[in-house]
Nanobody, 125 residues
Framework: QVQLVESGGGLVQAGDSLRLSCAASGGTLSTYAMGWFRQAPGKDREFVSSISKVGTAVYYKEVVKGRFTISRDNAKNTCYLQMENLRPEDTAVYYC??????????????????WGQGTQVTVSS
């Protein structure tokens, strides 16, 4: 069973950038599609982005397209989410996830197998 640990969250101002990292252990990262979800206070968890097992296919929530970039380094067992031009509405706890299904399935079903504990991202206006 893979364990996931997120890092890189923090408090930033609107327009700033952050890079989230997700370190995996207990499994081989290339076995899984990887993704990022987020949950704002009082709201349901929502899909943000996913990437296929070898990184050839990526999917994004419409409102983050052009601002967020997902990537992965299977040799380092790490997945990343580069976030640019952050907005106050991006404020949420961001969760890394590893799924046995495809990245596309993850984006469509919002389901996955393994989850990290989350990292807080707060964007002030």
């Amino acid at each position: 069973q893979v364990q996931l640990v997120e890092s890189g969250g923090g408090l930033v101002q609107a327009g700033d950038s952050l890079r989230l990292s997700c370190a995996a252990s207990g499994g081989t990262l290339s076995t899984y599609a990887m993704g990022w979800f987020r949950q704002a206070p009082g709201k349901d968890r929502e899909f943000v982005s996913s990437i296929s097992k070898v990184g050839t296919a990526v999917y994004y929530k419409e409102v983050v397209k052009g601002r967020f970039t997902i990537s992965r380094d299977n040799a380092k067992n790490t997945c990343y989410l580069q976030m640019e031009n952050l907005r106050p509405e991006d404020t949420a706890v961001y969760y890394c996830t590893a799924g046995l299904a495809t990245a596309r399935t993850m984006s469509e079903t919002l389901k996955s197998n393994y989850w990290g504990q989350g990292t807080q991202v707060t964007v002030s206006s």
